[in-house]
């Protein structure tokens, strides 16, 4: 079946350094890729996402590149501020999104200023 | 626009009652919902797919006479957590897709409800 591994968390920075979540995805078909943002008590907003190899989403200066040659999706930002602390989660879907979503375990960030 | 709610946010309720959470599509009419549940520190798990009008559709290892799902309308869908016990606490949340326009090809998600069992 689908699944989705991303690095364990949690991951700390300072304000302003770069950010990296690793995301690796096992697919039957061709789905869509999605991160989510999960602020400290609050359900699930959609950050970005990619329907087709070679897409970037991007949105609030964080950006993924769908690589279907290395079945990854990997989750940038080149500044962090100490509002982007929250879980993230890197998940797939068939059918451009609108079937079950599948979701990794989840990545804490905290940035500390 | 596309905004998800839940009701309640919190609820607390003692081993063996029925708690019910509610999900509303407030400005689009949802033709498909899906409830997850999340453990600490954890990722989500779909539970369970609902069309209206129809029965849900549950995961394998879900009950379906424990969690009871009723998609009665466009806008609305509720979980009932029929005697509830410490082990069902959780934190539930539900997503909704509509029928047209961008609402048909994203799931938009609901703030959650924590249920705590005592």
């Known amino acids: 079946g689908d699944s989705v591994t991303q690095m364990e968390g949690p991951v700390t920075l300072s304000e302003e350094a770069f950010l990296t979540i690793n995301c690796t995805y096992t697919?039957?078909?061709?789905?869509?890729l999605f991160w989510y943002v999960q602020y400290p008590g609050e359900g699930l907003q959609l950050l970005l996402k990619?329907?087709?190899?070679?897409d970037k989403g991007s949105n609030k200066g964080f950006e993924a590149t769908y690589r279907k040659e290395t079945t990854s999706f990997h989750l940038e930002k080149g500044s962090v501020q100490v509002s982007d602390s929250a879980v993230y989660f890197c998940a797939l879907s068939d059918l451009g999104g609108y079937q079950k979503v599948t979701f990794g375990t989840g990545t804490k960030l905290q940035v500390i200023p | 626009g596309a905004v998800v709610s839940q009701h309640p946010s919190r609820v607390i309720c003692k081993s063996g009652t029925s708690v019910k959470i509610e999900c509303r599509s407030l400005?689009?009419?949802?033709?498909?919902m899906f409830w997850y549940r999340q453990f600490p520190k954890q990722s989500l798990m779909l539970m369970a797919t609902s069309n209206e009008g129809s029965k849900a559709t549950y995961e394998q290892g879900v009950e379906k006479d424990k969690f009871l799902i009723n998609h009665a309308s466009l806008t609305l869908s509720t979980l009932t957590v029929t005697s509830a016990h410490p082990e069902d606490s959780s934190f539930y949340i539900c997503?909704?897709?509509?029928?047209?326009?961008?609402?048909?090809?994203?799931?938009?998600f609901g703030p959650g409800t924590r249920l705590t069992v005592t």
């Open positions: 697919a039957t078909g061709y789905p869509s």
């Open positions: 990619a329907t087709k190899a070679d």
């Open positions: 400005d689009f009419q949802a033709t498909t």
């Open positions: 997503s909704a897709r509509g029928k047209g326009g961008r609402e048909l090809y994203e799931q938009y």
